[in-house]
């Protein structure tokens, strides 16, 4: 158990829906980061939070949406879901925001039918 | 940005041999060059990383080295175990307001036994 927890583990929906995918760092952990990771594509950075704020941006989707809760977890929301949106989605955290050494969760595997 | 390139995308090794993965990376300002290794249904995990003002590193069975003037690096595995099987993803950090990871499209390793 790396101490990053991420919900659902698996999650089915249908073309055009909306879904929301939940992570909770490591305890004392500050920095959250969103990747996603598909086949073809390998894991791509998607955002990145510190403390609540916004860091950095990757090849994140206008339809797709994140945040930082003052408790530390984060939120990956993505809506009008495609089939090209299927993937992995992992959370990883971080102790500082300029800290490279992160750690994972066992990821969330998104199907869109 | 920082793109990172990865060869071989599968290797297979017999027990009892080394296998050696390696990258090459674009921004030479980049600084911090980790390993994650990716078990089937699980997250990448660290398992050794390396900082540009070192050359080599070694932790046991695996070693890292680095060329910061050709801009590549590797991974080096001796006496490969069956439980050394999984997909193995190195990564370069770009510098910026968040330092975030760029992967490597990932390695399949499989060691016969």
């Known amino acids: 158990d790396s101490g990053v927890t991420q919900t659902p583990k698996h999650l089915i929906t249908a073309t055009g829906q909306r879904v929301t995918l939940r992570c909770s760092p490591r305890?004392?952990?500050?920095?959250v980061y969103w990747y996603q990771q598909s086949l073809d594509q390998g894991l791509q950075f998607l955002i990145q939070?510190?403390?609540?704020?916004?860091?950095a941006k990757g090849n994140i989707l206008e339809r797709f949406s994140a945040q930082q809760f003052p408790d530390l977890h984060s939120e990956l929301n993505l809506s009008s879901l495609e089939l090209g949106d299927s993937a992995l989605y992992f959370c990883?955290?971080?102790?500082?925001?300029?800290?490279?050494?992160?750690?994972f969760g066992a990821g969330s595997r998104l199907t869109v039918l | 940005g920082e793109n990172v390139e990865q060869h071989p995308s599968t290797l297979s090794v017999q027990e009892g041999d080394s296998a050696v993965i390696k990258c090459t990376y674009s921004d030479s300002a980049s600084n911090y060059f980790p390993w994650y290794k990716q078990e089937l249904g699980k997250g990448p995990q660290l398992i050794i990383d390396i900082r540009s003002n070192v050359g080599e590193k070694k932790d046991q069975r695996i070693a890292v080295t680095l060329n910061k003037t050709a801009k590549h690096f590797s991974l080096h595995i001796t006496e490969t175990q069956p439980e050394d099987s999984a997909v193995y993803f190195c990564a370069a950090s770009s510098p910026g307001s968040a330092r975030q990871l760029t992967f490597g499209s990932g390695t399949q390793l499989t060691v016969l036994p």
């Open positions: 990883a955290s971080s102790s500082i925001s300029g800290a490279n050494v992160l750690t």
């Open positions: 305890s004392g952990d500050l920095s």
């Open positions: 939070y510190y403390n609540g704020e916004e860091r």
